[in-house]
């Protein structure tokens, strides 16, 4: 771990993680909004992936939101890699109160971390929107359970498997809203790790942190840079490291 990086934890009793997709990029899970994810979305389907992605996109042409999602959204095989497992022994050692994640992967419960607020859902939680039954993420990606256009259908009623992720136009959770500012609020020390802090309104929670320290860990400038104690512009598995 960075040395300075280490003092800070250290010297803290209540960390709270903020993190986005540069903390899954070093499992190999893209970042969708990319240069490459934007160039591939419009060279494959002719839209951008937020458009795509969004709630209007998956009302008005439902099979073309699935192969766009199953293809770029969800990888299977994808790992936890050092950052999400550092993050979960600070949690086991005390240090590390909460982690509030714009990734919807499940990386960092799969590493260990038991307090999760996840901002943009979860690609492992899918749940029919006509009887809200809940279904995995096998099940959706097996085609037995799709029909001819490989919309995955419930095995209950027939009604669509929506995943429980936040889309484009939709709101989010309110108890994960909560959860994520009441966590912020009460940190003597915050990470922000693998996010430029573009995506609203999540990227606006860590204006309710009131703490001692402050700390960026991302690969590009962010406008929370000049505000931090610490801002490492480095991967930041290679800086977490523990």
């Known amino acids: 771990m960075d040395e300075r990086l280490k003092k800070i ?25 990319s240069e490459s994810g934007l160039y591939h ?33 969800i990888y299977q095989d994808a790992m936890p890699n050092k950052a999400h497992l550092a993050l979960a ?20 419960q799969k590493a260990g971390s038991k307090v999760v607020y996840e901002l943009h859902g979860s690609t492992l939680r899918n749940y029919c929107t006509k009887c809200h039954t809940f279904h995995d993420l096998d099940y959706i990606m097996d085609p037995q359970n799709c029909d001819e256009d490989l919309i995955p259908r419930c095995s209950k009623c027939g ?31 915050l990470i922000i790790g693998g996010t430029s802090l573009a995506v609203y309104p999540a990227a606006s929670f860590i204006h309710y942190f009131k703490g001692k320290h ?18 490492i512009h ?6 977490m490291e523990y």
Not at 89 to 108: F, S, Y
Not at 163 to 180: F, H, K, R
Not at 234 to 239: F, L, Y
């Open 234 to 239: 480095e991967p930041i598995g290679k800086v």
């Open 159 to 189: 009604g669509i498997v929506k995943p429980d992720v936040v889309l484009y136009e939709e709101a989010l959770d309110e108890m994960q809203i909560e959860g994520a500012v009441s966590a912020i609020m009460h940190a003597d020390c």
């Open 89 to 108: 022994k600070l949690e086991a050692e005390g240090k590390l109160k909460a982690i509030v994640t714009q990734n919807i992967d499940g990386l960092h």
């Open 41 to 73: 979305a419009k060279q494959e389907y002719g839209y951008s992936p937020e458009y795509m992605l969004s709630r209007t996109f998956y009302e008005k042409d439902t099979k073309t939101f699935f192969d766009y999602y199953k293809k770029n959204l």
């Open 9 to 33: 934890i250290d010297d803290s009793k209540n960390i709270v993680f903020f993190g986005g997709a540069g903390v899954s990029t070093e499992s190999n899970i893209p970042d969708f909004r």
């Open 214 to 231: 402050l700390v960026v860990i991302n690969m590009s400038e962010t406008p929370q840079d000049k505000m931090a104690e610490l801002v």
